[in-house]
């Protein structure tokens, strides 16, 4: 085995125990024999989240691709004070830019807190585009997908319960990795939110969102044509829609709405 190959091992290892928290409870067969028992019907929804309404959908969105580590700023030409990492658990740091001024561009960031963002200069990025944006409307229970600005897909989602709800705001995905088993689909879409009700998932140190397969089939059933409340936060897909997303690059924004 390659030290390369050991590397992507243990980063994809660690995405994986980081994600742990989208799955669901396992509790004794009784209980999950009892579609009440994990979804809420919607009348009954109650969460904690602040209510975020999806931007108009662009064309196209600017992404920054760090050369390596650099820092990062709170406003434009103020004096450093952080790192923006070069790379996230082995994959590389790809930003999305939301504003920008001579030299300088914000960037969304993939750490805590949600929707942490950093002023960096632009001669340490390198640019591009992605065409595509995802939508999760956590009321209809569905994820869109979006392409120059026109809704290309719809599915229906398995989401958090109200107990872990999962989090609103403008995120981005942040990375594609294989799937720690195949329950979780042909891969697993890595975002940039993390949720707010679990800090720390199994002594891993963190509970990040991810997009994955249904689990099992149990699941899948209850995620159906409607979605459904099945998760501690993460957002699951049927097999074959997760499959028709595997062209979505690193960088393409996600905003979750209520």
Not at 19 to 33: E, M
Not at 77 to 91: D, F, K
Not at 129 to 146: F, G, M
């Amino acid at each position: 085995m390659s030290g390369n190959t050991r590397k992507a091992i243990v980063a994809v290892a660690a995405v994986v125990v980081l994600t742990a928290a989208c799955t669901s409870q396992q509790a004794a067969a009784p209980v999950r024999h009892h579609a009440t028992a994990v979804v809420a019907p919607p009348s009954t929804t109650t969460t904690t989240t602040t209510t975020t309404t999806a931007p108009a959908v662009p064309v196209s969105t600017t992404v920054a691709t760090t050369h390596g580590d650099i820092p990062g700023s709170p406003d434009p030409s103020a004096p450093s004070t952080m790192t923006v990492p070069g790379s996230w658990y082995g994959y590389p740091s790809v930003l999305p830019v939301i504003a920008q001024t001579a030299g300088w561009l914000e960037v969304r960031l993939a750490q805590r807190p949600n929707e942490s963002t950093a002023w960096v200069p632009t001669a340490d990025v390198s640019l591009s585009t992605t065409p595509y944006r995802i939508v999760i409307d956590l009321t209809t229970r569905h994820l869109e997908v979006y392409q120059s600005g026109k809704k290309i897909d719809e599915f229906p989602a398995g989401i958090g319960t109200p107990d872990d709800p999962t989090v609103t705001g403008n995120f981005f995905m942040t990375m594609q990795v294989p799937p720690p088993d195949p329950g979780y689909g042909p891969f697993v879409l890595v975002t940039s939110a993390h949720s707010d009700s679990i800090t720390d998932w199994g002594g891993s140190g963190d509970a990040i969102i991810a997009i994955h397969g249904p689990i099992d089939s149990y699941d899948d059933s209850l995620i159906s044509t409607t979605g459904a409340q099945i998760s501690h936060g993460c957002v699951r897909l049927h097999d074959s829609d997760l499959a028709q997303m595997a062209s979505i690059p690193a960088g393409t924004p996600i905003d979750i709405v209520n």
